[in-house]
């Protein structure tokens, strides 16, 4: 079993910045594809941003290129999203994701993961 747990979240003005973190454990966290996805309220989850195993792949959703940035440390079983620039239409809950099987690439489906977070709550004010 995998344990992932997300903190980060809070209550911040529209521009401002800030980091999620996701700690892993209960398998290798370096053999485990990554994802953060978030929960809008009143709408389904959607995909954010995706990050290879090694680091050398990543992937975002167009509404959030250029504004956030996933990274992962192998070392500290931690995955991160740092978030800038944010919007009031970012407010969701956000998730972490773990995905242990072979599958694309780049994983932007939440079959595709095995193991999921808790999620961490994410307010922007205008």
């Known amino acids: 079993q995998v344990q992932l747990v997300e903190s980060g979240g809070g209550l911040v003005q529209a521009g401002d910045s800030l980091r999620l973190s996701c700690v892993a454990s209960?398998?290798?966290?370096?053999?485990?594809?990554m994802g953060w996805f978030r929960q809008p309220p009143g709408k389904e989850r959607e995909y954010v941003a995706f990050i290879t195993r090694s680091g050398d792949t990543r992937d975002y959703a167009g509404s959030v290129k250029g504004r956030f940035t996933i990274s992962r440390d192998n070392v500290k079983n931690t995955l991160y999203l740092q978030m800038s620039s944010l919007k009031p239409e970012d407010t969701a809950v956000y998730y972490c994701a773990a995905r242990y099987s072979i599958g694309l690439v780049v994983s932007t489906k939440e079959y595709e993961y095995d193991y999921w977070g808790q999620g961490t709550q994410v307010t922007v004010s205008s």
């Open positions: 209960g398998r290798p966290f370096g053999l485990a594809d």
